[in-house]
């Protein structure tokens, strides 16, 4: 399973959803304090998955081995 954080917006939303991805031996929670929130705020549905072996998806077994 992958992590998803998401973040609905809190005034009227906008149309367009942003999806945040991040880099190499990252996850989703980098973007958990600052940029999620801040987006939410100004009307956009927000979203963040970790991708396969990052943050809490699954994975992480194969992934130690590829470098």
């Keep these: 399973m992958l992590e998803l954080l998401v973040h609905e917006p809190t005034q009227k ?3 367009t959803p942003l999806l945040f ?5 990252h996850g989703a929670w980098c973007w958990e304090e600052h940029f999620l929130p801040y ?7 927000v979203y963040a998955p970790s991708l ?6 699954s994975g992480q077994e194969r992934l130690r081995w590829s470098s």
């Design 21 to 25: 991805i991040h880099g190499a031996w």
């Design 39 to 45: 987006f939410a705020e100004r009307g956009y549905a």
């Design 52 to 57: 396969r072996g990052h943050g809490q998806s």
């Design 13 to 15: 939303a906008k149309n």
